[in-house]
């Protein structure tokens, strides 16, 4: 059974702040890496994927990934209210299917 | 303007009378997906078809069915509809599978009384 775990949270963080989201995944075969946003009662949306070991940067955005420890995560810098959201951290091993985490519930307070 | 549109999007049903959410995709993807979305279980995948004429079951495909005649189409089917299925419901679709990007539909809401 290919598991990815997140903290369901809310993570609550002030405006501003750094936000921090975890990932965890079982599957030492997986080789794709990506953050979705969904916000209530829509459709996730893609914020970033990586593929390699490291860190990614998108604006506000960091992706890092450690294949070894089974472990990526996202940074957000300079949180706003407007990225109170879910995120979404999926995986897929190289021509298989997505398989999504729980999600983290993310609250940045004004 | 490239999507994924579902239809429809809020559905109350009664059970045991079948129904169909279709799901249509205008990027020329091969990869199509369902998933259904539950609080505190994330998305799960119901089936899935990485081209036409080809669909194998998700992690939960019981009670559901579903086709893929063309590439654009893939629409979800529940031949006798029960109450734990009551679910928001999104199809997605990508290029191919695994290293790219998901598109997702709007999503539907249904409720099974």
């Known amino acids: 059974q290919k598991e990815v775990e997140q903290n369901s949270g809310p993570l609550s963080v002030p405006e501003g702040a750094i936000a921090s989201l975890n990932c965890t995944y079982s599957d030492r075969g997986s080789q794709s890496f990506f953050w979705y946003r969904q916000y209530s009662g829509k459709s996730p949306e893609l914020i970033m994927f990586i593929y390699s070991n490291g860190d990614k940067e998108d604006g506000r955005f960091t992706a890092q990934l450690n294949k070894a420890s089974q472990y990526v995560s996202l940074l957000i810098r300079d949180s706003q209210p407007s990225d109170s959201a879910t995120y979404l951290c999926a995986v897929s091993p190289y021509g298989q299917n997505f398989v999504f985490g729980p999600g983290t519930r993310l609250s940045v307070l004004p | 303007e490239a999507q994924v549109t579902q239809n429809p999007r809020y559905l109350i049903t009664v059970t045991g009378k079948k129904l169909t959410v279709t799901c249509s995709q205008n990027m020329n993807h091969e990869y199509m997906s369902w998933y259904r979305q539950d609080p505190g279980l994330g998305l799960r995948q119901i089936y899935y078809?990485?081209?036409?004429?080809?669909?194998d079951k998700g992690d939960v495909p019981e009670g559901y069915k579903v086709s893929r005649k063309e590439k654009r189409n893939f629409p979800l089917i529940l031949e006798s509809p029960s109450p734990n299925q009551t679910s928001l419901y999104f199809c997605?679709?990508?290029?191919?599978?695994?290293?790219?990007?998901?598109?997702f539909g709007q999503g539907t809401r249904l409720t099974v009384v």
């Open positions: 997605a679709s990508s290029l191919r599978t695994g290293n790219t990007e998901a598109f």
């Open positions: 078809s990485m081209n036409v004429e080809v669909t």
